[in-house]
C-alpha cells in the first residue's frame, strides 16, 4: 500500500481546482490569464499584440533573467506569430502561487521552477500537469545533470502513487561555491579567494579587524543550511559523499566523531564573531542582497546568483570559488544539478503550442543567448560548451565536476531528522549547544526513529 501523502491540504486544494475549474477549462488559461490578481503576486512582461490567437502564459521566479528571457519571447513572435508573455513571480511564495492559480483553474502553460517529490505527484494526481516523457524521448536531450538532482522525474515505484514520467524539461543548472567580494578581499591583502580553511579563518580574522563583516550564511533556510554549508564541509572531511551518507544513514548513524569536526568549524566561525549579524535567521535573499550591498564580504551561494548580480551590481568586483577545504588531501562537493525546468499544463488550451515553444527555447541558440546574456548555466550540455562564459560563470560552470549525487537535505529526510538537523546547527551558532551535544542529540533522535 503506498504511503499517504503528508501534504493534505495541497491535495485538497487542488482537487478542488479541479471541481471547481471544469467548467473554464474550455477557455484554457486564456481567459483572465492576466488579471489583477494575478498582478499582485507577479510582474508582466510583453504586451499582447491586438488580434493574437495564441497566447502562452511563462510563469517563473528567476530574478535577472528577465530581459534575456524578453528578447527571446520577442524572437520567437516574430519567427512564428505565437505570443509568449512571462509573469515573474516571488521564489518564497512559489508553491502558494501554484495552489491558488489551480483553485482559479488556471494553471500556467508554462511553468519555470523546481517541481518535484510530493508537491509534482499531487499536481500529476490532481491532473494538472503534463508527462513530457516522449518529448524527452522524441526530442534527444543530452541534458547536463540529468541525473543530479533533476526533480520533474516521478519513478514507477513513488511513494505517493502517482504516475510515473518525466513532467518538465530542464532549462537551467546549477552550481555552488562561495562568492567573495574581491575589493573587501583586496583591501586586507587577499589578491584570490582562499582554497583552504586556515586560509579562510585567515580572511575572516583580517576581515574583521579591518571593520568589514567577513561571512553571511543562509541558516534561515533548512535548504541552504543542510546542502550550502553542511554538505561540502562534511564530504571534504568525511572523504567524499558516499561516506557522508553512510555516516548518517549506516548503522553507527551520527556517532561517528568527525561530525564534531564538521560541527565545530561552524561554532569556530561563531566563537571568533565571524558571522554576520542575524545568521542564523538569514534566508537566501537576504545574504544576497547583504552581498550586493557591500555589507558583508563572503557568502555561500550558487550560479542562480548571477543573473541578480548582474543585474543589480552591474560594478562590483567579485569572485567565485569551490568551499574552501578543511582536508587538503580530500575533494569538496557541492550542491546543484538540474535548477529550473519547464513544466505544461496538462489542461492548457495551447499545450501543443506551449511544447513547441519550450523545445525552440532549449536548443543551442536560446540557451547560449541566456548564458551570455544573464550569466545562467544552460542544461543543454553542447550550448554549455558553445557559450561565450565571463570567467566566473566557467567557474561555475567548471565546479560542475564536483556535483553531489544526493543532497544533504535528502539523506537527513530518509533518516528523519531533518528538522533536528536544521535547528540543532541554528543552536549552534546561537550558542545554545556545543558540536558534541548537537551529536549527541542527533544521535538520540536516530535511536527514536529507528
Given amino acids: 500500500m503506498k504511503k499517504k501523502t503528508g501534504f493534505i491540504m495541497l491535495i485538497a486544494l487542488l482537487l478542488a481546482a479541479i471541481v471547481a475549474g471544469c467548467s473554464s477549462q474550455s477557455n484554457g488559461n486564456k481567459q483572465g490569464g492576466h488579471t489583477e490578481g494575478n498582478k499582485e503576486q507577479g510582474q508582466e512582461a510583453n504586451q499582447t499584440k491586438p488580434g493574437s490567437e495564441v497566447e502562452i502564459e511563462f510563469v517563473h521566479y528567476q530574478t535577472g533573467q528577465q530581459d534575456a528571457i524578453e528578447e527571446l519571447l520577442q524572437r520567437y513572435y516574430e519567427e512564428t506569430g505565437v505570443r509568449v508573455t512571462q509573469t515573474l513571480i516571488d521564489a518564497k511564495t512559489n508553491q502558494q502561487y501554484l495552489i491558488t492559480r489551480a483553485q482559479e483553474g488556471k494553471f500556467p502553460d508554462i511553468y519555470g521552477g523546481s517541481l518535484g517529490g510530493e508537491v509534482l505527484a499531487n499536481l500529476v494526481m490532481a491532473d494538472l500537469v503534463e508527462d513530457l516523457t516522449p518529448e524527452w524521448e522524441e526530442w534527444g536531450y543530452d541534458v547536463l545533470g540529468e541525473n ?12 505517493w502513487g502517482a504516475a510515473s514520467g518525466k513532467y518538465s524539461i530542464p532549462y537551467v543548472v546549477a552550481t555552488s561555491g562561495y562568492f567573495y567580494n574581491m575589493s573587501m578581499l583586496n583591501e586586507v591583502g587577499f589578491q584570490q579567494p582562499p582554497a583552504t580553511w586556515n586560509e579562510f579563518l585567515e580572511l575572516n ?10 561571512v553571511a550564511y543562509d541558516l534561515g533556510d533548512n535548504w541552504g543550511t543542510l546542502n550550502q554549508v553542511i554538505f561540502p564541509l562534511a564530504t571534504n572531511i568525511f572523504g567524499g559523499e558516499e561516506a557522508v551518507i553512510e555516516a548518517v544513514l549506516g548503522d553507527n548513524g551520527m556517532s561517528d566523531p568527525r561530525w564534531i569536526e564538521v560541527f565545530g568549524t561552524i561554532d569556530g566561525l561563531r566563537e571568533q564573531g565571524y558571522l554576520a549579524e542575524g545568521t542564523v535567521v538569514l534566508t537566501m535573499p537576504d545574504v544576497e542582497k547583504k552581498f550586493v550591498n557591500g555589507e ?22 567579485w569572485a567565485v570559488a569551490a568551499p574552501p577545504k578543511v582536508m587538503d588531501s580530500e575533494e569538496v562537493n557541492i550542491d546543484g544539478g538540474v535548477s529550473i525546468s519547464l513544466s505544461v499544463a496538462k489542461s492548457s488550451e495551447f499545450k501543443e503550442e506551449s511544447k513547441a515553444f519550450i523545445r525552440w527555447f532549449t536548443d543551442d541558440a536560446q540557451q547560449i543567448h541566456l548564458a551570455e546574456k544573464s550569466g545562467v548555466l544552460p542544461a543543454n550540455s553542447q550550448a554549455m560548451d558553445k557559450a561565450s562564459l565571463d570567467e566566473n560563470v566557467k567557474i561555475l560552470a567548471g565546479l560542475g565536476e564536483n556535483l553531489t549525487k544526493r543532497r544533504m537535505h ?10 533536528e538537523f536544521w535547528k540543532g546547527v541554528q543552536m549552534l551558532v546561537e550558542g545554545k549547544t556545543t558540536p558534541e551535544g548537537l551529536q549527541q542529540s542527533l544521535m538520540e533522535s536516530l535511536a527514536n526513529k529507528k
Fill in 148 to 159: 543530479k538532482s533533476f526533480k520533474g522525474y516521478l519513478a514507477p515505484d513513488n511513494e
Fill in 205 to 214: 580574522e583580517k576581515l574583521k579587524q579591518g571593520g568589514i563583516s567577513p
Fill in 296 to 317: 558583508v564580504a563572503v557568502i555561500s551561494n550558487g550560479s542562480w546568483f548571477v543573473p541578480m548580480l548582474k543585474q543589480d551590481a552591474p560594478d562590483l568586483d
Fill in 410 to 419: 535528502e539523506i537527513v529526510t530518509e533518516a528523519k531528522i531533518y528538522e
